[in-house]
Nanobody, 115 residues
Framework: QVQLVESGGGLVQPGGSLRLSCAAS????????MSWYRQAPGKQRELVAF???????NYTDSVKGRFTISRDNAKNTVYLQMNSLKPEDTAVFYC?????????WGQGTQVTVSS
């Protein structure tokens, strides 16, 4: 049974930082491209960042220079370090594991940026 469990969300003031974690089980983690998506109220889910099994990374323009995705294959965990957070970053953040035609999702973690 595949499980992706996100953690690390919460309430933070503008300019603050959070680190999200996503622990995976039931997959050969090192083979998967791992991604973070987010969905703000009333908006479609969007890709925030991904990291391939070869450690190549890519980011949506709005988070470049502020967010960093990383992975620890020994811990089957992917991280999203989020700095200089803005109110428009408020969303539910989801972890995704993708390989060929397989895709798995976590349950999401809420990030709220507000003063």
């Amino acid at each position: 049974q595949v499980q992706l469990v996100e953690s690390g969300g919460g309430l933070v003031q503008p300019g603050g930082s959070l680190r999200l974690s996503c622990a995976a089980s039931g997959i050969v983690f090192s083979l998967y491209t791992m991604s973070w998506y987010r969905q703000a109220p009333g908006k479609q889910r969007e890709l925030v960042a991904f990291i391939t099994r070869g450690y190549n990374t890519n980011y949506t323009d709005s988070v470049k220079g502020r967010f960093t995705i990383s992975r620890d294959n020994a811990k089957n965990t992917v991280y999203l370090q989020m700095n200089s957070l803005k109110p428009e970053d408020t969303a539910v953040f989801y972890c995704n594991a993708g390989l060929l035609n397989s895709a798995y999702w976590g349950q999401g973690t809420q990030v709220t940026v507000s003063s």
